[in-house]
């Protein structure tokens, strides 16, 4: 079938060789991310003042940029179990497609009901709430994804699982309102009425639609206000860089049993939690001095935080309530166009990522929507799955390392994150075959406007 | 975490453990499925008659009730590389659940993108097709799966492929619509006025919504109507149940692996292909009298042809277009309620699973759609993947027998077949959810008078 036909199509690592511990990346670089700041004082975030907003042990993990290894609980193994191993596959008939003397491999996260990587922090960050003898857990959820993993690991641990879902986004993708449900989530369209940003939002802005930062207000402040409940979060932080690194540990020992080395690795990047899970462990022997990669972070046109961005501290909501970060941002205040990628569509990239690229390991692209779907086309088509446009980023990413090496004639092994499927997606994929996609980009003026307004810090 | 700590939790074979041929139940039995009858002539259907509407290999395959295996492919097994083997899972989770001393296993057909057992067959299909020089198939589609598998395939192999939807799901479920448009299918609301019948159709009755009956029509004259062209079909056909063996024959495989044998095993039934191709091999060893297991049926309650049908010849069409077939049925006029379970929604049953049936190798159970969706509900929350209303059938049959296991004590090993996702039904769980979904059975009146118009044959 193709040029190396000792590979299989699909590699699963047995139940025993899946990692037991999580890998922290931030232990191996020299220079750490910057520490979060408190808002209100502008001093480094402490545990005590996390805790109040976040479970106790994710705060502990969010803050240790020193402890390589973090043992993974049996019981988040056990469920771990449900969807992991995720297969690492040997794209045969894409590179077939293409004509290209590449090999490409992806790690394929879209197993599970979820449709997402979502879900390999959701189960980790539920475990943490029910060990601390909490009643439940309250979170935002834009696209869905984030929501509908969480739902799942809270309905596992009998944990009560409130989302604030953007009402847009509730109205608009009702059945992904209804995985929640299933799974015995309450999911209240975001601004609401039960709390006081909320009240606050819906009487200035009365028929307003929602947004994720109005949604991540009223989340927190859910949890800050009822006993037992906390809040968490699916994506940026340090803490879900470390579950993800399920992903990159994974991958890494199953291209190990093959035999094989990536030459570059490939991700797309929304807040940068699957891209910074994929490569942690490669990048940590970079860090080490052990091995050398190429690592590449896709972004979309409409929301280039890494590619168009400025490196500095920032909110990483629009209600100001989190702690501030230091990152690629493209202003808190940036309100991306109506990409289909709604898990790209933030306005700031893991505060341990923007570190990388700016120490210069780690490059980073930017990629106009139609030709995502057109990407995503021709993956489905070929690969057979139907992609999320989130994913489709990464596809798109390797495409053009491959068809760079047919023209050179190097046989490059590029291993890249296909993070989910994209089957709550079809309004895009509509859009997309009924020629109607449009592509925005913003202006430099629109981002200087955005940048003005970054905090003084 | 369970009774049986050696087992694991998923069991994928070997891609060099993947059976290599298809196995034939019909074979094995010494009273075989009566033949297909010509409705004009009332003689059984000769290979050169079935040729004009199908595949002159699929033909081939369906009319030989004698061969035991059929070699599958290389261009099959490659394509199968894409998403076999589907694992064999244990559910410690729904055991653990249910407080049951049995075993249960299931084999999980739905990770892929059309998310069922359906692609095992249109793969098939559309490489007999491509081999035979054609340039493209037709088909109908209810609910769509059938319609999406048999796009993915097509695009596979560059055929084109025209998709006669039911209206009332064209319009109600056009995101399914949209994944076929995205794999190059062209998708066509029935009744069309493409046809001759779909224009009959339309001037009789103005509006409707379709069916699955008119549907067919469209698609057999589509195809009798175009050079190159043939008709395919998703179940219900020896060809079909065929192709489903390498459910069965892998399920056997990884349990023989694991050293368990399946004292029951249990699958949903509509045209009964995927009930037909998990069971064929173990059903192979009992024909044989290599080996006994009890094998179980589980059918809609509002479609009840298995437990409340007459076995006779019928037609397995409403516009009487394609060969009769002997079978339990409700009649060709029958009407099942607006079940959720739209790929059970069918009046007859595959030939061989009901002369199994009628010697007494098979039972059949029949069960309310409400008490279908708590069992889905319990699974999704305790297994994490959220099922297909059809394939929940199956899981209900399944916790059937496990809490009888608990009554009594007895540790048996069940075998269920998951075919697939519920992730483009959730209506239906919205309905379930808001406590709205009723339940309807069918009179002994209403059956009465359905099968005073069987066909006298």
């Not at 690592?13 to 808002?39: C, F, G």
């Not at 994506?235 to 990536?262: C, D, F, N, T, Y």
């Not at 230091?326 to 990522?353: C, E, Q, V, W």
Request: hydrophobic share 35%; with cysteine; proline share 5%.
């Amino acid at each position: 079938m193709s040029n190396n036909v000792d590979i299989p199509y699909k590699t699963y690592l047995n139940e025993n060789e899946v990692p037991e511990a999580w890998y922290n990346v931030r232990a191996d670089m020299k220079t750490k991310p910057a520490p979060l700041l408190n808002p209100a004082t502008g001093n480094p975030v402490t545990a005590e003042e996390a805790e109040h907003i976040f479970c106790k042990e994710l705060v502990r993990q969010e803050l240790d940029d020193t402890t390589a290894y973090f043992p993974i609980p049996k019981e988040i193994r056990d469920f771990y179990r449900m969807f992991r191993p995720s297969p690492l596959v040997r794209a045969y008939f894409l590179e077939r497609a293409l004509g290209t003397p590449a090999k490409i491999y992806y790690k394929f996260e879209g197993n599970n009901t979820s449709g997402s990587h979502k879900l390999n922090s959701a189960i980790a960050q539920a475990y943490y709430a029910k060990e601390q003898g909490l009643k439940g857990v309250t979170t935002e959820t834009g696209a869905g994804q984030w929501g509908t993993a969480l739902s799942m690991a809270c309905a596992f641990f009998n944990l009560d699982c409130r989302v604030y879902m953007v009402k847009g986004s509730y109205e608009q993708k009702p059945f992904r309102r209804e995985v929640m449900r299933t799974y015995g989530a309450s999911v209240t369209p975001s601004p609401s009425m039960l709390t006081e940003v909320g009240r606050q939002i819906n009487a200035a802005h009365p028929g307003t639609t929602g947004s994720l930062g109005c949604a991540i207000s009223e989340a927190v402040e859910d949890a800050v206000s009822h006993e037992g409940y906390r809040y968490v979060l699916g994506s940026v932080l340090a803490q879900v860089l470390l579950h993800q690194s399920i992903i990159g540990l994974e991958a890494k020992a199953a291209m190990e049993k093959l035999g094989v080395k990536p030459d570059v690795i490939i991700g797309c990047a929304g807040g940068g939690s699957n891209l910074g899970g994929l490569i942690a462990p490669f990048m940590g022997e970079v860090l080490r001095g052990e091995a050398d990669y190429r690592f590449v972070a896709i972004e979309p046109a409409s929301c280039p935080s890494l590619t168009r961005g400025v490196y500095a501290y920032d909110y990483c909501d629009t209600g100001k309530v989190c702690p501030l970060q230091k990152m690629y941002t493209l202003g808190h205040d940036f309100i991306p166009s109506a990409n289909h990628a709604g898990g790209l569509r933030y306005h700031g990239m893991s505060a341990t990522l923007s570190e990388l690229k700016h120490q210069g390991l780690m490059e980073a692209k930017s990629v106009k929507q139609t030709d995502v779907f057109a990407a995503a086309q021709l993956f489905a088509r070929t690969e057979g799955t139907l992609p999320a446009p989130e994913s489709s980023h990464a596809i798109w990413g390797a495409m053009q390392e491959a068809l760079e090496c047919k023209k050179t004639g190097e046989e490059k092994t590029i291993l890249f994150g296909l993070t989910g499927t994209g089957y709550f997606d079809m309004t895009a994929y509509q859009a997309f075959n009924d020629g109607t996609m449009g592509d925005y980009i913003p202006t430099d003026d629109d981002l200087a406007a955005s940048f003005a307004k970054l905090p003084k810090v």
